[in-house]
């Protein structure tokens, strides 16, 4: 999140480019949000919602990406991406070991 903070404030980044950094620290903000809610879920053994806030996280980071991409440009922010997508896919693998 301070990453794309950071990016969005920084000067001489094109107007659009930093409305869609700032449109990643929402999806962030977001995805954080939802993190804690799998978290939340877990005790309960709630694994709808798991799944459900875990799927919602990687479409979070997807929406990122696909602003990003639609500049043709190279942003760090895109590294976080793909490792915060691959953890959540690993955490939804885990979750569905678990239900089983």
Known sequence: MSMA???SNM???PP???SIARDCKDSYDEAMSNFEKAMNAL???DFGTVNIMLS???TDMGDCEDGLSSTRSIFP???YAEKLTNMTSNCLA???L???
Request: aromatic fraction near 4%; charged fraction near 30%; glycine fraction near 4%.
């Open 16 to 18: 659009r480019v930093a």
């Open 43 to 45: 005790p309960e053994r």
């Open 98 to 100: 678990i239900q089983d």
């Open 56 to 58: 919602a996280v990687i």
């Open 11 to 13: 000067p001489g980044v």
């Open 77 to 79: 922010i895109s590294d």
């Open 94 to 96: 885990i979750a569905s």
């Open 5 to 7: 903070k950071k990016f």
